[in-house]
């Protein structure tokens, strides 16, 4: 099991502040960059982004459990939730305000303006590669990691993991060719190592992991209020059962009459009374003898001998948290 796999398991098993707080200070500085790639240097906006990325990481610690290498999940989380913050047209007219000011020869660098141009593609394009070649990139120039690190992170050699990364850069080099950008491999692996080197904002990661965790607790507290509810509910029907509460159909048959029976010794038969009949048998005899439909009754009866329980008062009530 690889240290992210493990501090993954602490927290979301035991709930480990320390295991959550050291995966933000991993990983902030790859969510926050690809935040900033994707708002075109908007730190507010890479602010949030990155908030709402680790409050997702704390919320479904325990579905991720099993990932060897976190980062993947967390750089696509990263990008959907730049995309949804920011709106469509917005991108639109950066791009096109940038085209134009090249068009027009602006009088930035030409290597800063090759660098502007790469990060508004560079992110669309990494999304194209392979899983197994985008961890590859994330965890080299992202991370900053060596290619030893690079390979036991992904379960191989390191040889393995410089044919990965090398392999994988020549298809990034490919795809982002495609969008209009020319670059050489050598560059490329320099650009994106300085991506990696964007500082994150002092404070920050006290910020997002205090947010995430409270965040966390509070859906926690929300799933236990809603199964308090259900069982203050199966309590109350419970109760309701144990005092005794009856429903009785009124299409029961009619109680017997008395039957004749031969006394002892005696070769003519007499009539006796039968048994006395229960308040049921009786009610079920005086409603026979009434014109007109009648309904289903609730009665409370006594569990002792049958016998009804009037002028009383069932109250039932339930609790609820929040």
Do not use: C
């Not at 926690?220 to 199966?234: E, H, M």
């Not at 002892?264 to 039968?274: K, L, M, R």
């Amino acid at each position: 099991m690889s240290e992210d796999a493990e501090l993954l398991r602490q927290y979301a098993q035991s709930g480990s502040e320390t295991a959550f707080t050291e995966l933000v200070s991993r990983y902030l500085p790859l969510v926050y960059a690809t935040a900033l790639r994707q708002g075109n240097g908007d730190e507010t906006l890479a602010k949030d982004v990155a908030q709402t990325v680790f409050i997702d990481l704390a919320r479904k610690a325990s579905s991720l459990l099993g990932r060897e290498v976190l980062a993947g999940w967390l750089y696509t989380s990263t990008r959907l939730a730049a995309s949804k913050a920011v709106r469509g047209e917005h991108r639109r007219q950066l791009r096109e305000q940038i085209a134009a000011s090249m068009q027009e020869h602006t009088t930035l660098p030409e290597s800063q303006s090759d660098q502007d141009e790469l990060r508004l593609v560079l992110d669309e394009a990494m999304s194209e590669l392979d899983a197994n070649e985008r961890n590859a990139v994330l965890i080299r120039f992202f991370q900053g990691k060596e290619l030893k690190e690079v390979g036991s992170a992904l379960g191989i050699s390191e040889d393995a993991a410089r044919m990965r990364v090398t392999r994988a850069l020549a298809n990034l080099q490919t795809l982002l060719k495609q969008r209009g950008v020319t670059i050489t491999t050598v560059a490329l692996g320099t650009a994106l190592a300085t991506e990696a080197a964007t500082a994150v904002p002092a404070g920050l990661a006290t910020q997002v992991v205090s947010k995430a965790l409270a965040s966390a607790g509070a859906a926690s507290l929300a799933a236990l209020t809603t199964g308090t509810k259900l069982l203050l509910t199966a309590a109350a029907v419970l109760v309701v059962a144990a005092v005794g509460l009856l429903v009785k159909s009124n299409t029961s048959p009619t109680p017997p009459a008395s039957v004749a029976v031969p006394a002892e010794g005696d070769a003519n038969p007499t009539t006796q009374a039968a048994p006395r009949a229960s308040f049921f048998e009786r009610r079920q005899a005086s409603q026979a003898n009434t014109a007109g439909p009648h309904g289903p009754e609730l009665l409370l009866v006594d569990e002792r001998d049958g016998n009804p329980i009037t002028n009383s008062v069932i109250a039932l009530r339930g609790w609820e948290r929040g």
